[in-house]
């Protein structure tokens, strides 16, 4: 099935024709619950990998503020509780029985860390074919993202390692990848298997990244607009932030576009090696809308499902969460695929 963003509430461009010239194509993926094949494009689903070339792994420091769990810990834990929240339930009946109540504590126990380099963990698998204007390599047709799943020092995100090949050439596909020993506590970067239903729309630059004056005009305009269709609230209080939450950068995975800075002010994402601007490239997301968010729900799932939402919610079907629910996003320069990436929590 494919997903339909609705037309945004305005064309703002033409209401601020300075911002016209500042659209960018993104592509949102619309990772949905599915069993994709190394065949096909996916969100932690498995990889189209040579069964002869080694399995990346990462020796680098890690945040050790919590105890690790494995990645069998972290499946059974939501396939526990998935069952639970979809069963009947009757007033006042826990959850989880005390049978279950005792495995799930200990799931979350955690165990020593492992201490021996960490078997890297598939994110995504992007076939050129299925996103509209990604290009890579002369000769690649693929873009294979691996990250680790654990909080490293330096950013506290997982690190990540892009893999760009050519398809054709794996004529040995290896069948079952090493795993991962330490996985973080809780989860947060084990993406359950999604296929894709991608889409091109039009972003514009977050407020944070527009000249002052300008945001400014558009925080006024766009308190008077909501003013204009919800006289009731005094204060106007969310109209400040219409532009952005509803007419500049769409939620969710995606690939291309503008950086979702929300939290932080932007900074320059330069390349390491040749100082260049560095453009976004994927965008990984803790879930594909929220209350602020709405008008970008897909046609396809304004409906609310028909029986019981288990643990995997609709607007989040591959489960990763950045920090408290913001974006990782990751920036490659455009002089040279062999410079290294940039990563980024927004």
């Given at each position: 099935m494919v997903?339909?963003?609705?037309?945004r509430?305005?064309d703002?461009?033409?209401?601020?024709?300075e911002?016209?010239?500042?659209?960018?194509?993104?592509?949102?993926l619309?990772?949905?619950p599915g069993?994709?094949t190394?065949?096909?494009s996916?969100i932690g689903?498995p990889l189209?990998?040579?069964?002869?070339?080694?399995?990346?792994?990462?020796?680098?420091?890690?945040d050790?503020?919590?105890?690790p769990?494995?990645?069998?810990?972290?499946?059974?834990?939501?396939?526990l509780?998935?069952?639970?929240?979809l069963?009947?339930?009757g007033p006042k009946?826990n959850l989880l029985s005390?049978e279950?109540q005792a495995?799930?504590?200990t799931?979350q126990?955690?165990?020593p860390?492992?201490?021996?380099?960490?078997?890297l963990?598939?994110?995504a698998q992007?076939?050129?074919?299925?996103?509209?204007?990604?290009?890579?390599?002369?000769?690649?047709d693929?873009?294979q993202v691996?990250?680790?799943?654990?909080?490293?020092?330096?950013?506290?995100?997982?690190a990540?390692?892009?893999?760009?090949?050519?398809?054709?050439s794996?004529v040995?596909p290896?069948?079952?990848?090493?795993?991962?020993?330490?996985?973080d506590h809780d989860?947060?970067?084990v993406p359950?298997?999604?296929i894709?239903?991608p889409?091109?729309?039009?972003?514009?630059?977050?407020?944070?990244?527009?000249?002052?004056?300008?945001?400014?005009r558009?925080?006024?305009?766009?308190?008077?607009?909501?003013?204009?269709?919800?006289p009731?609230?005094?204060?106007h209080g969310r109209g400040?932030?219409?532009?952005?939450?509803?007419l500049?950068?769409?939620?969710?995975w995606k690939?291309?576009?503008?950086?979702p800075?929300?939290?932080?002010d932007?900074?320059?994402?330069?390349?390491?090696?040749?100082?260049t601007?560095?453009?976004?490239l994927?965008?990984v997301?803790?879930?594909e809308?929220?209350?602020?968010?709405?008008?970008?729900?897909?046609?396809e799932?304004?409906?609310?499902?028909?029986?019981p939402?288990?643990l995997?919610?609709?607007?989040d079907?591959?489960?990763?969460s950045?920090?408290r629910?913001y974006?990782?996003?990751?920036y490659?320069?455009p002089?040279s695929?062999d410079?290294?990436?940039?990563?980024?929590m927004?």
């Open positions: 997903r339909t963003t609705p037309p509430p305005v703002i461009a033409s209401i601020f024709p911002l016209a010239p500042l659209a960018r194509q993104a592509v949102r619309h990772p949905r069993t994709p190394p065949y096909e996916s689903g189209l990998w040579p069964a002869n070339e080694e399995w990346p792994v990462c020796a680098e420091t890690h050790d503020w919590q105890l769990v494995s990645l069998d810990d972290v499946r059974r834990r939501r396939a509780l998935e069952a639970a929240w069963r009947p339930r009946e005390p279950e495995l799930l504590d799931l126990a955690g165990h860390w492992h201490g021996e380099p960490n078997a963990l598939p994110v992007l076939y050129l074919r299925d996103i509209p204007g990604l290009t890579g390599p002369d000769g690649a693929l873009l691996l990250w680790c799943p654990l909080d490293h020092d330096e950013n506290s995100l997982p990540t390692r892009l893999v760009w090949r050519d398809a054709a794996v040995d290896l069948v079952s990848p090493p795993q991962p020993a330490d996985v989860g947060n970067y359950e298997p999604c894709l239903h889409e091109p729309v039009t972003e514009y630059p977050a407020p944070h990244e527009l000249p002052e004056e300008l945001a400014e558009l925080t006024a305009w766009g308190r008077a607009e909501w003013a204009k269709s919800h009731e609230d005094e204060d400040h932030a219409y532009y952005q939450y509803e500049s950068v769409a939620p969710g690939v291309g576009g503008w950086g800075w929300s939290f932080c932007p900074w320059p994402m330069l390349c390491a090696t040749c100082k601007e560095c453009r976004p994927l965008t997301s803790s879930g809308w929220d209350g602020g968010s709405g008008s970008w729900i897909p046609l799932d304004r409906v609310p499902p028909a029986g939402v288990g995997r919610q609709p607007s079907p591959p489960m990763v950045i920090g629910g974006n990782m996003q990751i490659i320069c002089v695929f410079h290294p990436h940039l990563e980024n927004q």
